[in-house]
């Protein structure tokens, strides 16, 4: 295993519709399943997708946090890593809620994101056995934002309002909000 480069907007990987997965019997396919939980896991991130290690592949790895504190809130999704190929949205909840996403893609930007609340996901495990996810919340949030990056789509594309935390010359953390249209890669 190995971590690898993530790659970083305006990359053109990351705006490319992601390549259906056929084949898993592939020694390199499990080679970057392993390489990705590494990467993913080192960021730290809890999710990332192939495109974002220069992969046009559609495959995603997802793990919430595991400590204490992670525990209480996101209960038995905590510390449980999916890995999914071919994923599919085939289910989604009416409700939308706002909240704040990041991405390992576009350092330290920050936005105010529009997700559904509850979501299926259907896909392939790493031998190409069918499963099906049901997530809530910040799992399902997750989920969402990963299986953006496979169509071209970007948080920031999806964000009401975007932002970066820059220190001052106090050395004070101060937010400042962006010029949408300067920052969102055409």
């Known amino acids: 295993m190995a971590v690898r480069k993530v790659v970083h907007i305006p990359d053109p990987v990351l705006r490319k519709k992601a390549h259906r997965i056929q084949r898993f019997d592939d020694p390199k396919l499990q080679a970057l399943i392993d390489d990705m939980v590494e990467t ?6 809890v999710g990332l997708a192939a495109p974002q290690v220069n992969v046009s592949q559609r495959l995603i790895v997802v793990r919430l946090p595991d400590d204490e504190h992670s525990r209480e809130e996101y209960g038995e999704d905590a510390g449980v890593l999916h890995i999914v190929l071919n994923p599919k949205i ?7 809620v706002d909240g704040v996403e990041a991405c390992l ?8 994101v529009s997700r559904h ?10 031998h190409g056995k069918p499963l099906s996810i049901k997530a809530r919340g910040w799992l399902a949030r997750v989920f969402q ?3 953006d990056h496979l169509d071209g789509v970007l948080f920031i594309d999806r964000a009401s309002e975007i ?3 820059e ?15 300067a920052e969102r890669p055409a």
Request: negative net charge; hydrophobic residues 35%; charged residues 30%.
């Open 167 to 181: 220190e001052d010359a106090a050395g004070e953390t101060v937010e400042t909000a962006l010029d949408e249209s």
């Open 40 to 45: 993913m896991l080192e960021a730290p991130g």
């Open 145 to 147: 934002h990963e299986i």
């Open 105 to 112: 893609s576009i350092p330290g930007i920050y936005g105010t």
């Open 90 to 96: 085939i289910r989604s909840s009416r409700e939308m």
């Open 163 to 165: 932002w970066r935390y």
């Open 117 to 126: 609340e509850a979501i299926t996901v259907r896909g392939q495990d790493r």
